[in-house]
């Protein structure tokens, strides 16, 4: 069953071919040996030329997080000792940076598959989920989830495809002053949030379906990340062409966003057209856009990090790669020193169409300078911790 891909080492994959449920191509070998080199770099996080490195994060928001806090608490009690050794793993366990978007059965899953929980269970985790974000970020994570399930109305690929086929994990314990976090991570959903107190940091986010759209099924008519797309469009109308030719920094799409998995490091060259340099209705759109992303968070703490990427907007680029018109694929990129960005229409995998297509999309939220998993955050505390005689900033065990 899916759930029992869990807990493997990316030392020990993939397992030898008689344990294994399949023969690896070219292309996922290269993928398994793009994600054992990703990891084998210590953490550093996205940077690009002028990217800000001594930006801190405010030492309290004034936004509660106690609800995130009772639900996460909620779901580690509906859990039996063997379920909890699973799910619940320590602050700084590596997982926090094997998540990926591949394949069931291609990388490792750590935490527990919400489809080997029972009912009462899995709402547990979903009431996690749906704390912690805004209500459309909820809904769209729901909505992927869903597609998915399409997907194996699509494949008829049981092994593969499920509403269910998502590893959930804790880290750290839950608590109102010591850090902790949650990650989901599957096919097209894979979610990092990292608490400390009142703070909230939930990056890296990758989000995306094939199809966007169900076109029959038991999710018919059911649609993911059309405010996404439109609105990325929408920025390229409002401009004039030299304004459209500054923006595009390409003309053949990524097969993946650039800082996806395995990606921690990712250096970005700027490219595109800065902010200051879009007309009145450019801006408009393109804070309009950024809010979109920024939304997906719980209110609150969208808002913090909204005002957050207004204080940076003169720092802001816009890139652009693939034609401009009504029907084509396209890329477009948003990178500021404090958030990045990316959309990407990608081949099929589903379908077997090999060239980018609109029903397959792949979003991006990530944020530089070494604060993706809420890595700095958790950088100060140690040195506050260890500052006021508390304890040893590598003692990673430390709970409340």
């Known amino acids: 069953m899916a759930g029992e891909t869990k807990n493997f080492g990316l030392r020990n994959w993939p397992p030898a071919p008689a344990t294994r449920p399949f023969e690896l191509t070219a292309r996922q070998q290269k993928l398994v040996d793009m994600a054992r080199a990703g990891l084998a770099e210590p953490f550093r996080g996205i940077n690009f030329p002028g990217s800000s490195e001594g930006l801190v994060l405010p ?23 063997t379920q909890r050794r699973t799910a619940c793993l320590a602050i700084e ?13 291609l990388m490792p899953r750590n935490g527990i598959c919400l489809a080997d929980l029972d009912h009462s269970q899995r709402e547990a985790a979903l009431a996690l989920m749906r704390e912690t974000m805004s209500e459309g970020g909820y809904r769209t994570v729901r909505d992927v989830m869903r597609l998915n399930e399409h997907a194996l109305e699509i494949t008829g690929k049981p092994d593969e495809y499920s509403e269910w086929y998502y ?3 804790i880290f750290g314990t ?24 009142d703070q909230l940091v939930m990056t890296p986010i990758l989000m995306g379906s094939e199809p966007v759209l169900a076109r029959f099924g038991k999710y018919r008519g059911l649609r993911v990340f059309a405010a996404e797309e439109e609105q990325g469009h929408a920025l390229m109308r409002a401009l004039s062409a030299e304004a459209r030719q500054q923006a595009t920094i390409g003309t053949d799409l990524p097969w993946e966003v650039f800082a996806g998995a395995y990606n921690d490091n990712r250096h970005i060259e700027p490219g595109g057209i800065r902010y200051e340099d879009l007309p009145q209705e450019g801006r408009e759109r393109l804070d309009a856009l950024l809010a979109t992303y920024i939304g997906y968070i719980r209110r609150g703490h969208s808002e913090l990090r909204w005002a957050e990427a207004k204080r940076h907007l003169v720092d802001t680029q816009f ?5 401009f018109d009504d029907t084509s694929p396209f890329y477009y990129r948003i990178l500021s020193p404090v958030i990045l960005v990316e959309f990407d229409h990608q081949p099929g995998i589903v379908f077997d169409n090999d060239k980018p297509s609109r029903d397959h999309i792949h979003t991006l939220v990530r944020t530089p300078n070494g604060k993706d998993y809420g890595k700095d955050l958790l950088r100060q505390h140690y040195l506050q911790w260890h500052a006021n005689d508390h304890g040893s900033p590598t003692n990673t065990n430390h709970k409340s």
């Open 167 to 169: 590893w959930i994990s």
């Open 319 to 323: 890139a652009w790669i693939g034609p």
């Open 174 to 197: 839950p608590s109102r002053d010591e850090p902790w976090g949650w990650q989901i991570d599957g096919h097209h959903l894979n979610i990092n949030c990292f608490v400390l107190g």
């Open 93 to 105: 366990d590596e997982a926090w940076r094997q998540w990926s978007n591949f394949h069931p059965w």
């Open 59 to 81: 030492a309290a928001t004034g936004a509660s997080l106690a609800p995130v806090l009772k639900a996460a608490r909620a779901f580690v009690a509906s859990l039996d000792p």
